[in-house]
């Protein structure tokens, strides 16, 4: 698939777009991961959350936030009144970089079409980035998550706000404090996004 989707079709549905990304050939990555992890959740949800690709359990299992990593991430969404299957989870890549390392700038860039056609059809009003790779594809280039998490940013409809990746929590507990801050934050906007549509 070498095309854009914007040259191939006017509208997609999640589906569609998820089986073309599971046959996507349009990177390196796709020669070593086992499966594309496209992404999960309420497909009408106010709230999307957006990570920086696979690690080794979502790799296997095609799934998003698995692992230890995956368990944490739902205690921070109970904690908040969330559960999967009100949200929508996704990530910048959709298949795992070798040995979990950072996605590079050319597989992001050619992976955002995809999220580009997520937020399309999901149209969240509430975008969660969570690392500071998802923060620099989709708020800013130079974004400093240790500095420039807990804000929110307004572009075009969306209310964007960065937090620490779950996996970030558990190589380093201590930043669990302001991530917990963040999720406080989340938890209020989302409250008033639904107060809005009632």
């Not at 040995?99 to 860039?109: D, F, H, I």
């Not at 572009?155 to 801050?181: C, N, S, V």
Request: glycine share 6%; charged share 25%.
């Amino acid at each position: 698939m070498n095309k854009s989707l914007e040259q191939k079709h006017d509208m997609y549905t999640l589906s569609q777009l998820e089986m073309i990304c599971n046959e996507c050939d349009r990177c390196p990555l796709a020669v070593t991961r086992t499966h594309a992890v496209f992404g999960e959740g309420n497909e009408h949800s106010k709230i999307m959350f957006v990570g920086e690709g696979p690690g080794l359990h979502e790799d296997r299992t095609g799934r998003p936030f698995v692992g230890r990593a995956g368990e944490l991430f739902d205690k921070m969404l109970c904690a908040i009144g969330l559960t999967r299957q009100a949200i929508y989870i996704t990530n910048i890549v959709k298949c795992r970089p070798p040995n979990n390392r950072n996605p590079l700038e050319g597989e992001c860039k050619t992976c955002l079409e995809y999220l580009r056609w997520q937020v399309k059809i999901i149209d969240p009003d509430i975008i969660v980035c969570l690392g500071a790779i998802a923060a620099k594809n989709i708020i800013d280039k130079d974004f400093k998550i240790t500095h420039s998490r807990g804000i929110w940013y307004h572009k075009g409809k969306f209310e964007i706000l960065a937090t620490y990746h779950p996996a970030a929590l558990l190589r380093d507990p201590a930043k669990k404090q302001d991530a917990w801050k963040d999720l406080r934050l989340i938890r209020e906007k989302y409250q008033h996004v639904i107060d809005i549509c009632q």
